[in-house]
Structures are given as C-alpha cells and as structure tokens.
C-alpha cells in the first residue's frame, strides 16, 4: 500500500511560480513511478510531469520541473510562469509500471489532491 499526501497549492499571479510537494510512503514505493496530474473544473485530469525509479523524467511543459529526494521520499513539482489555465487541483499518484505513462488509469494510487489557483 502506498500512501501520497501532497502540499503546495495555493493562490498564485499569472507569470509565477509553485513548488508542489507529494510525501510518500509504502513498502512498495520506491520502485514506483511517480506522477502528477492536474484537473481543472468540467475538464479531465491530465498528466502534467512523472518521474521514473531510476531518474527519468518527463513534463507536459518546460515550465513545469519534477524531481525527487534522494530517499524518494518526496516528490516535487515545480511550477514557473504560470498561467491562469493552469488552475486546477494537482495530484500525486504513483504506479507499477517501470515507465511514465501519461494516462491517469496507469496509475494505482492517489493522493487527496492540492488547490492551485492562477490569477489573472
């Protein structure tokens, strides 16, 4: 079992920036690929950076960073320039498959989710 609590969110203007963190726990956790996924109001949540167990990582923007500590005991993600259409909540998740998969139903667990506002 794996547990994901994220924190970070808050209200933010356009043009800065955020750095979410996910803390997890769990026997199977480190070799778990990581992601975070956003989901605005009415839309779908969609992927916006994952890392792998050994290192690998991808975004769905430059403007958006994910790493780890070296215990893999948190994940992070950090946001700059942000944009208003980037408002949503933001989740951690993990997964056991040993790739990034951009497609939320790859993923076995779910953190609660934390608020990110941009203003305009």
């Known amino acids: 079992q794996v547990q994901l609590v994220e924190s970070g969110g808050g209200l933010v203007q356009a043009g800065g920036s955020l750095r979410l963190s996910c803390a997890a726990s769990?026997?199977?956790?480190?070799?778990?690929?990581m992601g975070w996924f956003r989901q605005a109001p009415g839309k779908e949540r969609e992927f916006a950076a994952g890392?792998?167990?050994?290192g690998a990582t991808r975004s769905m923007a430059g403007r958006f960073t994910i790493s780890e500590d070296n215990a893999r005991n948190t994940v992070f993600l950090q946001m700059n320039s942000l944009k208003p259409e980037d408002t949503g909540v933001y989740y951690c998740a993990a997964g056991r498959r040993p790739f990034i998969s951009t497609n939320w139903g790859d993923y076995d667990y779910w953190g609660q989710g934390t608020q990110v506002t941009v203003s305009s």
């Open positions: 769990g026997r199977t956790f480190k070799s778990s690929t």
């Open positions: 890392i792998t167990w050994s």
